[in-house]
């Protein structure tokens, strides 16, 4: 049985480190905001490059914090790709704000910059219609959430373009892209403010729940400090003690254990992205292009590959190569069945079945495939030779 992502060999490599440095956190008894939680901010900061790191307790947390930071509340609209995990659009509606859904890219996977800049602009002039319902009139654009999905960098330089012409914030849930990069700059240092997650099965996961939110500019130093505040209940950050409370917040903090083991994995998460690459490659290299569309990375980005996800010609095939590969141990996840404008939580914004035709053909067609740095290259071969016995497609 090949494991989906595998975090026992992992452990294996960093038991020692993760045990002694969980020992001192015990010894020294600071189990909330304790040195190695600014010890983590600042090795994540050295990594990407962004000025400021806020860590914080998940990922849907560190997307919650900068929208109460900007003041984003009810009857703002924020943007966001349907084609994500749910937290992306949580977030938004937590503040109150609403969630306009756009379609993806069908290469990457992530937010279409063409289909963006059309809705914001149909938002704005009341062009209500299928992919734009009646219910978000009136709400005023406020910002844009882009999601680099799968661990792919998302086209940041056409999506913060748009943003700056429209006024609207840009925030980047790099939740699956930590590690990841873009013309040589890394995720999390490519839009002004970015979020990731620390959730076990992220590319840098920990033992637990934990997040952090990232500042790209060192300008951004009132944003840190209004963010720092709401982490912790809203206290004062003007040296009050923390029984002052200036506004609204949040106990988002991330534990000093979780920041211990994120500290050991770090010594071996540059190469654990490059093991990565190696096993795409294989992928690349092995599944029949006849058959299935293999993920494709823009040319000047490096993929994070939080999951290795491929298109199957149709809903059918894809049933069959999951139950073909289900059948030889080798197992499979759909991310996402089922689109957010489609959910029923979001149901009551009355967006219908295709009012998002790219978002709904991939939910149709995509599944992921085992990925994980430790997966063997005979593993690769045998889960694509596998993925390619596709006999309701044979030719
Ligand atoms: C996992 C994930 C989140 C939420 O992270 P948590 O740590 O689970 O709260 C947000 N956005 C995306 C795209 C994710 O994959």
Wanted: aromatic letters at 8%.
């Amino acid at each position: 049985m090949i494991p989906f992502i595998d975090l026992k060999a992992q452990f294996a490599r960093i038991e020692a480190d993760v045990r002694r440095r969980m020992d001192a956190v015990l010894s020294h008894g600071q189990f909330v905001m304790g040195p190695e939680v600014f010890e983590l901010e600042k090795r994540l900061a050295e990594f990407t490059g962004a000025a400021k790191v806020l860590s914080c307790s998940s990922g849907t947390d560190a997307l919650l914090i900068p929208l109460m930071a900007l003041g984003v509340g009810p009857g703002d609209a924020v943007f966001v790709p349907s084609f994500t995990f749910v937290a992306t659009a949580e977030a938004v509606s937590l503040t109150g704000a609403t969630p306009v859904f756009v379609d993806i890219d069908p290469v990457t996977f992530s937010m279409d910059p063409a289909d963006l800049e059309r809705r914001i602009e149909d938002l704005r002039d009341g062009r209500h219609g299928p992919g734009l319902p009646e219910s978000l009139a009136g709400l005023t654009p406020r910002g844009i959430i882009a999601v680099d999905l799968f661990g792919i960098p998302c086209d940041y330089p056409a999506i913060q373009n748009i943003g700056y012409r429209h006024g609207l914030f840009v925030i980047g849930d790099a939740a699956q892209s930590f590690g990841a990069s873009l013309q040589g700059r890394k995720s999390c240092a490519l839009a002004r403010i970015s979020c990731t997650s620390f959730f076990p099965a992220k590319p840098l996961g920990g033992y637990g729940d934990g997040g952090a939110v990232f500042l790209r500019d060192a300008v951004d130093e009132e944003l840190y400090d209004l963010m720092t505040s709401i982490r912790v209940h809203g206290m004062g950050t003007g040296g009050q003690d923390k029984y002052t409370n200036v506004r609204v917040g949040l106990n988002a903090r991330l534990d000093t254990l979780q920041a211990a083991i994120l500290l050991a994995k770090m010594e071996i998460f540059p190469e654990e992205i490059d093991m990565r690459q190696t096993v795409a490659a294989g992928y690349a290299a092995a599944i029949d292009p006849d058959r299935f569309t293999a993920p494709r990375v823009p040319a000047g980005s490096v993929s994070a590959w939080a999951q290795y996800s491929v298109l199957a010609r149709d809903a059918q095939s894809r049933a069959a190569a999951q139950e073909r590969l289900k059948a030889a141990g080798i197992p499979t996840a759909v991310y996402y069945p089922k689109p957010l404008h489609l959910q029923q939580v979001y149901a009551s914004l009355g967006y219908a079945p295709g009012s998002l035709p790219v978002t709904e053909d991939c939910s149709r067609r995509i599944f992921s495939l085992p990925m994980h740095p430790y997966l063997a290259e005979s593993d690769v071969r045998r889960i694509a030779e596998v993925l390619n016995a596709d006999v309701l497609n044979a030719d």
